[in-house]
């Protein structure tokens, strides 16, 4: 299980990177491992300012649908749309290319509580 050390992570399976303050959101390695082979990735909140835990867009697998938790608050302002034409790269690359979207983050003091690798690899069992 890949779970990098350089990033932040959710209780719903999420990781984040910071680059000032915009956000970058994935679903974790576990997470897609999970899904399943990743069919749709759904996004209609592109540059829509959104609270912390709202629902900011679905993740399709064969066996179930998900729910996307923005892990931060602030506005979406970019949706990776290669994901449309290709959504396998969630499995193939939950880190790299299969990331999902780019938040300008409202409070980036709120990431410092996000979880750690090791906090996140304790709630997996990992």
């Known amino acids: 299980m890949n ?3 350089e990033l932040k992570y959710t209780k719903d399976h999420e990781w ?17 491992s999970e899904l399943g082979d990743i069919v749709y990735v759904e996004v209609e909140t592109l540059d829509q300012t ?24 602030g506005e979406i ?3 990776n749309e290669s994901l449309e034409s290709d959504p396998e790269k969630v499995n ?8 999902m979207i780019k938040i300008k983050v409202s409070d980036v003091n709120d ?9 996140y690899k304790e709630l997996i069992g990992a």
Do not use: C, H, M
């Open 16 to 32: 984040i990177s910071l680059e000032g303050d915009i956000a970058t959101v994935g679903i974790t390695d576990f997470a897609q």
């Open 3 to 5: 779970i990098p050390a």
């Open 50 to 73: 959104l609270e912390k835990d709202e629902v900011f867009g679905t993740v399709e697998a064969v066996k179930t649908v998900s729910d996307l938790f923005l892990p931060l608050a």
């Open 77 to 79: 302002v970019e949706f």
């Open 111 to 119: 990431f410092n509580e996000l979880l750690s690798s090791e906090a």
């Open 92 to 99: 193939a690359d939950p880190y790299g290319a299969g990331w």
